[in-house]
């Protein structure tokens, strides 16, 4: 599973959240073509590299012409839903939206509807927003787990006032986080950053069992003792296991060449799904069909959509979302007298439960040896002691 850590020791912002992202690889001409799909004028995003505290980092800026400074959360629901984004980031990004207008309203004592104020309504916010959720699909995340988070100390001034550090409607969003306070005086975890890390976060505490991939530093825009930056670091689990939640996409189909099938599969294959696999079936006025079903990670469903619409004979596909069992699995290099093959072992409650050979090196071995290959398999299961 592909996860991101971040270890907020100098808190979180939306601008410091997308600059780590881009730093640990996120393409940034691909984050630019999907904030231009929000349709706002006159904006334009930056990124460049920049050291605080002798630490090389990324900042992420947005630049904006006049804007609209106050807009209700309808507003803003209603330019996320008018854009060319993905729907389910359009979902998420009015549920994080949601989430600062509910914290707003609390505070100021009015209806939700009626929440108008510069946070939730700047562009830098919607950007950050958008931007964070268009990367985490675009570097495969499927899990964000997060370090406590240290929100500084002081006062902060807003256009409501001076408030004490975390800013009321942060405190509001962080309510049931782990937090801590350091002597750095200002305000180091902003509304925005706090909403998006609550809503993405399946847990806060210490960085998790994880092989590193890359690791990338968003930088703040104050400076303090400490490096201001955001660190994320981005890899895969120790293993495969536990569950995850995929989406299945399927379609009837009696009108196609069955020959395409083959080249359909071998695409989709390569453009990341995870089973894909043909079931006869009856379709109306009993006309034998074929169901094509294929497994992905949700961030693959659109292209994998794109391959069935554009490569089949399809008008229309089903899809849902089905939690996934996997058990921890590895690959270990055993030595025979054919030489090296390669085998599968399958982990459950820690203990090996299957182990099996690869069949490339199986047929690898066959056609060497000009073999029967179920002969070759036997002898060196027999020779492994399985």
Known sequence: MRIAYFDCFSGISGDMLLGSMIDAGLDFNYLEDEIKKLGLDSVEIKAEKIVKQNIAST???????????????????????????????KEKAREVFLKIAIAEAKIHNMPVEKVHFHEIGAVDTIVDVVGALTGFRKLGIEKVSCSKLNVGSGFVKFSHGKFPVPAPATAEILKGVPVYSTDSKGELVTPTGAAIITTLCEEFGDIPPMKISSIGYGAGTKDFEHPNVLRVYIGETAGEKGGKVVDVIETNIDDMNPQWYDHIIEKLYQEGALEVFLTNIQMKKNRPGIKLTVLTDPQNKNKLMDIIFSETTSIGVRVRSESREILEREIKTFSTPYGEVKAKITIYKDKPVNIKVEYDDLRRISRKKNLPLKQVSAEIEKHLGF
Do not use: M, N, P, W
């Open 59 to 89: 900042k992420f800026t947005v630049h904006y012409g006049k804007q609209k400074h106050h807009r209700h959360l309808e507003d803003i629901y209603q330019l996320v839903d008018r854009s060319a984004i993905d729907h389910e980031i």
